[in-house]
């Protein structure tokens, strides 16, 4: 059985930084494409960063380029986020996923974390 447990969340100040673990069971991230998606109040979850495979492409979303950056250490078969300068708009319920049917930036992932939330205050 595979599981996908996130990491990290909390409450930070605008302009702070945070880093979102995601640790596998049942399965690696090798040879799979991985991702973290987010979920606000009131909206649809939406795509923040992945990392492809075959050849470890890294792909943000424009509104995290340059501060976000999705990354995995293999011997601990985890995937991580390092978020850096967090804005209030970064708040919400962050997921990682793995194993995509789709597009990888289209949330239809096989598997699921249950989310860590992420909180920025202004």
């Known amino acids: 059985q595979v599981q996908l447990v996130e990491s990290g969340g909390g409450l930070v100040q605008t302009g702070g930084s945070l880093l979102l673990s995601c640790a596998a069971s049942?399965?690696?991230?090798?040879?799979?494409?991985a991702a973290w998606f987010r979920q606000a109040p009131g909206k649809e979850r939406e795509f923040v960063a992945a990392?492809?495979?075959?050849?470890?492409?890294?792909n943000y979303a424009d509104s995290v380029k340059g501060r976000f950056t999705i990354f995995e250490n293999s011997a601990e078969n985890t995937l991580f986020l390092q978020m850096n300068s967090l804005k209030p708009e970064d708040t919400a319920v962050y997921y990682c996923?793995?194993?995509?049917?789709?597009?990888?930036?289209?949330?239809?992932?096989?598997?699921w974390g249950q989310g860590t939330q992420v909180t920025v205050s202004s």
């Open positions: 990392l492809r495979w075959p050849f470890m492409i890294r």
């Open positions: 049942g399965r690696t991230f090798s040879g799979v494409t």
């Open positions: 996923a793995t194993d995509p049917s789709g597009v990888y930036s289209s949330p239809e992932y096989k598997y």
